[in-house]
Each structure stands twice: as C-alpha cells, then as structure tokens.
C-alpha cells in the first residue's frame, strides 16, 4: 500500500456523516420551475441544473475526480420525497450515524410542503391504493418486511446519500451496459439523439412519448459534459497554485482527463476508470457496476502496459483509490425497520470478476488478479467483489481469492457460472448471452444492458407458515389474513398440512405480487431517467424509459423469500412428531406456540431436537428441496406489471433479524421474536454441527437453479486458514459446490471471542469487518440483534 492510499483511507474516519441539503434544494427549486412538462424531460432538466450548480472539490492525494456530496464524507439528502419526521430523524442523530447543521435542517424541512399530501411521491401513490380491508392489514403485518406504519410513509420516509441523479426509484437493481457508456461517450449520444429527433415524424402516439425521450437526451448528457469540464477548470486552476511538481502533473494528467471523458470514448486505463466512475455516481447507489469490470476495462489496461503508459503498480494504486472513492458513497434510508434490514449501512457495489467469455472459455485476466490485490492491500468493505467459479477456473485465482478471505473482509463471494447460465437458459436467454451475465444487488442475477429488477420484497415464510397452523388467523392480531385451511390439530397426514401450507403461501404471493404491480405503476410515473434507459439495450431504438418497456431478460418483479432455514427445520418437526411418530399432539403444539413454550419446555425440546437442515439428514433436506420447489413454481403462475411471469430469489440482507422480531414462535423450537437464519442457503445458526461438508451436501439438494439468487454465509475461525495447503483445500471444497448444485457462498473468517470483544470496545475494533448478507459492512455499525446473530453462527473447521 503506497503512502498515498494510506492517507485516502484515513481520510474515510469520520466521526459521523455529514447530511447535505444542496442537491434536494436545487431539485426541488428546479421541478417547481419546470411544473407542467413531461415527468421525463422535468427529471432530465432537474439533474442537469445540479450538475450545473453542484458544489465541486478535488481533495488531496486523490487520482480520481468527482466528489459525492458537497461536503467531504458527506451524504446528499435524497430528492424523491419529504425528509425524515422529526421522531425518525432523532432516532438517526442518536444513533450517532449522521448530523445536520441547524441551517442545513431548516432547509431539510423547508423542502417538505413540496411532496407532503399532493401525490408526489412513490409512498403516497402506492398507499392510495391500500384503502381496503385486504391489502392494508396485508402490508401493516409485514409479511412483506418491515411493515408500513402509515400510507404515506411507507416503509420510512427519508433517504440521503443517492447519487448525483435521480435514478430509476429508490427500489430498482440496475445494470447498464458500461461497455458501451464507456467505448461511447455521451457525444455520440447526443448527436444521435438529434438525428433520431430530426427524422421522427408523428405518425402514432409513441412518436410523441420518443421526442420527450431524445429531448431528455439533449438536456441531461451535454450537462454531464460541462460538469466533467468543471472538474478539469479546477484542476488546472489547482496546478497553477500547486507547489509540488508531481501533485502538479497529476491535476494537470486529470483534467487532460476529464476533457476527454465522458464526452468521448476512453483511450487509456486511467480514463476508463474515471468514465466508469462519473457514470456510477452519475446514477447513483442502487446500480451495479455493470457486468464484468475486468472483461470490459481489460483492453485498456493490456494497451496502456503494452504501450509503457501505466505499470502495474500504477494501476493497483488506481484501483485502489476507486475502492477508497467508493467507500466515499453512503446511504441512510428512513423508518427504523427498512434500517434495520439494512444494517451496517447496506451496500451493494458488486463488482463481478472472473468466469467465462461468450466461447465459454476462461476469461480470467491480470485485472481480475489486481482487483483482488487491491482489495487484500486497502481492506475495505467496499467494492464488493463476487468471483465467478467453473471447472474451467484456475487453481491459482482461487488461492488468490482465498488468500483475501483470510483477510476476514468477507470478499470475494463466489457463484456457480453453472447455476446462474442454467437459470438465464431456462428463461430462454440464448447461451452466449447468457454467459455476459452479472450481479446487482446482493446476488441477483443481471444481463448488462439487458435487464433490470425494480419490485423486490423480502417476504416472511415463517410468517406465512403461521397462518397454516392457525387457518388462516394471523396469531398476534387474531384477525383473518389467509383462506381458512384448517387447524394444525385438524389434519389426519403431513401431506394434507402441507398443502394447506402451500395454499397460504399461493394468497400471500399473491398480495405481494399486487404490492410489487401497484410500485412499479408509481414508479414508471414518477421516475423515468434517460441517463439509466438511454445505455439499455437498443435504448436509443425503443426510446422508452426503462420502466415502460419489456427487456430481453424480463426481471422486473421478484418475490424474494425470508427464513426459509427456520420454514424447512419447522416442517421437518411437524412432519416428525406430529404426524410420523405422533410424539407431539397437534393442539398440544399450537398451545406451545401461542405460549411461546412457557409451560410447555418438553414439547419445545422435542422440536429442537428433530432433524434440522444442514447435517446432510435426507429427510430433512428432501422435504426442504420439495418447499423451494413448490414455492418457486407458485411465484412463476403470477405475471408483473412487466407482463412477464414473477420471478423467485431468495437472499435476505439483514430481514432476517427484523423479520423475525415480527414472527411468533415457530415448531423448529425458535422463540418468538428470535432472528431467522442468515442468508437463504445457511442453516440455522448453531444447528449444522455436522461440519461444512454436511452443510454443502445439504445445500446442494435444494433446487438453486430454479431461484435468481440464494446466499449461503460460512464463518470459519481464522486457525483454519493459516496455510496455502488450507486456501487450496477451501478453494477445492468451494468449487465442488458450486459446480454441483450450489449458486453462492461467502465467507466470514473470524472468531466469536473477537465479535463479543467488539460489542464492547466499538472504537479498538472500528475497523473489524465481517459478511453480513450479499455485502461487508464495519461490525460496530451494525444492530446489536445483527451482531448477536453473526456470533451465533457456526464457527467451522477445515
């Protein structure tokens, strides 16, 4: 690490994160201005008056050009709504994540009349339509997590730190092709948006809504331009004044930059970085680094080695300062509970490496080796870094990957090229393209260019199984919100449970489905953006913003399930004691249940001592391949607002812990409130006790390639992985898995005695970093409830 990443990383400390206002200000000043234009064409000419009138900097050491919010570490509050309420906001002040200056607060609740009540926002659009007796108690109960408290605040109200535009919705998973934003330029996106524009004629009603999109096109990219020509104004300026001659070549070197890039295409490594850097930020926090960083900066960076433009030492640095300008992106979202699914102030900056060409031969190259190097070297929770596995994977990436996941950084995951390019096939996406594929999100399977999610609940199985064993009657509020099915008592076989079970899950994917169908309308009202849907494909063709068109890979609506470890573990114990062996009387586990086991400590025991997924238990694991089967076929007889079938993904970023605060006692032996299971693919925590073999064979029988996404977290105790004979042994294990029935899995390499010492001393371990979900985060930032459950995971030997 030279000296200068050192002090870039120093300068990530912060005490707590600065909210700026500067950009909600000049938004909504802007929308207010344009009032009465087409949503597109406001949107466009909004962001083009930020990047016009945003506050600029270029701080020291710093190789890449581009500050996120108007204050250094600071998080620009978001622009697509009112504020935090003022309960909230305390909650977040206390919290100790954030703080606001006195004027920058006065500001904050200045803008909130603006949106307030008059059908601005995405919260109040959707809540409009939950004014009945059926989809209202379904989203109070937060079968979908976490609950709304009111119809129009949503899940929380309030965000900062999105970006320098405004996006697509705060809810969507992105992946533009940045191939082509980067070997473009936004030049020829303009000139071909006047060409377009000049020879449209309005022959049809599209031909009007394809002008409003080319005259988008002619307000937001020409200010992308003069804001990259902003940048190079200051850094000349900074040179003049500039005493040291080597600081002074390197301002002069980035605004060389920066009048090249974004205008037009990338011709060396250290512009294609900073054309892929204006874009990310450019469209913000919930889109993925599009496809593979280092298939499609390769060229550049073999060109620049071969030509002696750059070393390889340079170019780590280079990639290390973009770790460290990435690290510089945060995020605070409203309402308690959508922070608590979030925990550790939630990411997903995945960048996707390794893996196959559209041959299918193997495409590792010296970029995929350095940005593991950069990431062991900086030690960051951010970028993440998501290693794409094969038979045809080299051994020595894989000792390389290893080597940073005994860093205890919890990166790189990996996934199955299998898995993923089985599923992408089966959706009828032809094998070549398939193999382009990427991840956004946690783990959710992208198609540059290609694809985009924008409906995404994490929806509570367990929650459902309740209603299964109480006909329908949701046993906290003794109110109807399931068919009536029965009594668990009334059953006579398993089977007959079961698919009363099944007919819950089939009532209450359906009400997602209505929740997903009715946010995704609200969306493509409020949230067109030209500078996400102009880099889709053919998106200068179809001029339709991404919301209102069908994409080749349709990936619009997903139902995402939770706590499915607990769901798998709870029906192996009812088909177990109840049914099979009739140890355990029906009514008598409904009351234990209800009573939270007080009183009833043996049926309890019982339970926990029935088979539990995760010890490779047949029984078991067979009844769990048959549920994500069922569920999967369920979720697919729904079609989205996308008119395309709904898509299963099971990951759970932290919902697992909030989700199961809102769960009563389940027949695995959990206790009411207690956290689910991690992850999708993990067992439950302290129940795989058969070694980290027996989990994979257990995992490898469930049907992960019918599902976009699973996550399997593994901790093991740093002892495990001293030696290079460990790494190959883990490398070994983790391509077995992945290229025989696994899709994920990722690593935390830490000890339980470290994660209880950091509960204590927050500042000694402020840079302890663990896996959480599909994303690292620092340890002390997490919830406690989060904390606990990462102890509480099984701690594996090789």
């Known amino acids: 690490m030279t000296d200068r990443i050192k002090r870039l990383r120093e300068a990530l400390r912060v005490e707590k994160f600065p909210i700026c206002v500067e950009k909600a200000q000049i938004i909504k000043e802007s929308f207010v201005r344009n009032d009465g234009w087409p949503q597109i064409i406001r949107r466009a000419q909004a962001t083009a008056d930020y990047l016009d009138r945003r506050t600029i900097f270029i701080e020291p050491d710093e190789l890449i050009i581009g500050n996120i919010a108007s204050k250094p570490m600071g998080m620009e509050l978001g622009s697509l709504g009112p504020g935090w309420p003022d309960e909230d906001l305390k909650d977040l002040l206390d919290g100790g994540q954030i703080t606001i200056s006195e004027e920058d607060y006065r500001t904050l609740r200045s803008l909130d009349d603006y949106f307030l009540d008059k059908g601005r926002t995405q919260d109040e659009r959707q809540g409009s339509y939950y004014g009945d007796d059926r989809l209202w108690p379904f989203i109070q109960c937060g079968f979908l997590c976490p609950p709304w408290q009111q119809k129009n605040q949503g899940r929380g109200q309030g965000a900062a730190g999105v970006g320098w535009g405004l996006g697509m919705g705060p809810t969507s998973l992105n992946c533009p092709d940045y191939e082509k934003v980067i070997f473009t330029g936004y030049r020829f996106m303009i000139e071909e948006a006047e060409a377009r524009l000049r020879e449209l004629r309005f022959y049809d009603a599209d031909s009007v809504r394809k002008a409003d999109f080319y005259k988008a096109c002619l307000i937001g990219f020409p200010a992308m331009i003069r804001l990259a020509n902003r940048y190079a104004d200051l850094a000349e300026e900074m040179a003049e004044e500039e005493p040291s001659g080597q600081r002074k070549a390197e301002l002069l070197e980035m605004a060389k930059i920066c009048r090249r890039v974004p205008e037009y295409p990338a011709q060396t490594f250290r512009e294609g970085v900073q054309a892929f850097f204006f874009y990310w930020i450019l469209i913000g926090s919930g889109t993925t680094p599009g496809g593979r960083f280092d298939q499609y ?168 199984l309740e209603l299964a064993l109480f006909d329908g009657i949701n046993p906290r509020t003794q109110t109807r919100q399931g068919p009536s099915t029965g009594l668990l008592s009334d059953f006579k076989t398993y089977e007959e449970f079961y698919q009363a079970f099944l007919k819950q899950v089939e009532h209450i994917v359906g009400q997602v489905v209505e929740e997903h169908n009715i946010l995704i309308m609200a969306q493509r009202d409020l949230y067109p953006d030209i500078f ?24 619009g609506a997903a139902v995402n399930v939770v706590g499915m470890a607990n769901t798998m573990d709870s029906l192996a114990a009812i088909k177990k004691l109840v049914f099979d062996e009739k140890t355990v ?51 697919r007889t729904f079609r989205s607002a996308f008119d395309a079938p709904v898509l299963p993904t099971a990951i759970s970023i932290t919902a697992h812990a909030p989700g199961g605060a809102l769960t009563g006692a389940t027949p695995d032996g959990r206790r009411r409130g207690e956290t689910f299971a991690d992850a999708s693919i993990s067992p439950v925590q302290g129940k795989d006790v058969n070694g980290p073999l027996a989990v994979l064979q257990s995992a490898m029988k469930l049907p992960q390639n019918e599902f976009m996404a699973t996550l399997m977290n593994m901790k093991f105790h740093p002892s495990a992985l001293k030696t290079e004979s460990d790494l190959r042994k883990l490398g070994s294990m983790v391509k077995a898995y992945l290229t025989h029935g696994g899709k994920q899995i990722q690593f935390n390499v830490t000890s339980k005695e470290t994660l209880l010492a950091a509960k204590k001393d927050k500042e000694k371990y402020r840079d302890l970093i663990v896996r959480v979900a599909g994303y690292s985060a620092y340890y002390v930032t997490l919830t406690e409830r989060v904390q606990d459950e990462l102890i509480l995971r099984t701690e594996q030997m090789l």
């Not at 995020?331 to 608590?340: A, C, H, M, Y």
């Not at 209800?594 to 019982?606: F, H, N, Q």
């Not at 009844?623 to 994500?628: E, M, N, S, T």
């Open 297 to 464: 900066l390769y060229p550049l960076y073999q060109a620049d080695i071969e030509a002696g433009r750059i070393t390889r030492e340079e170019a780590l640095e280079l990639l290390e300062c973009l770790r460290l300008k990435i690290m510089q992106m945060n995020f605070v979202g409203g309402g308690k509970g959508q922070r608590e699914k979030w925990a550790g102030m939630a990411r997903w900056h995945n960048f996707v490496i390794g893996g196959c060409d559209e041959e299918g031969n193997d495409a590792t190259n010296e970029l995929t080796y350095l940005l593991l190097e950069a990431a062991k070297e900086v030690q960051t929770p951010h970028n993440t870094l998501t290693v794409r596995v094969s038979e045809k994977t080299p051994d020595e990436l894989m000792v390389k990957a290893m080597e940073v996941v005994r860093t205890g950084i919890g990166m790189p995951a990996f996934i199955s090229e299998d898995c993923y390019i089985e599923f992408l096939t089966g959706e009828g996406i032809p094998l070549k393209e398939a193999r382009k594929f990427a991840i956004a999100g946690c783990m959710d399977i992208m198609l540059p260019g290609a694809s985009r999610n924008q409906a995404f609940g994490m929806m509570l199985v367990p929650m459902i």
């Open 532 to 555: 996400h849907s102009a880099f889709l494909q053919d998106g200068m063709e179809v001029a339709h913003d991404g919301l209102d068109r069908k994409m080749p890979f349709e990936n």
């Open 585 to 635: 009387d029906g009514a008598r586990l409904l009351d234990a249940l209800g009573a939270d086991w007080e009183g009833y400590e043996e049926v309890r025991k019982a339970c926990l001592d029935a088979p539990k997924y995760g010890n490779n238990l047949d029984d078991v694991d067979q009844i769990g391949a048959k549920l994500w089967h069922d569920i999967g076929q369920i979720v």
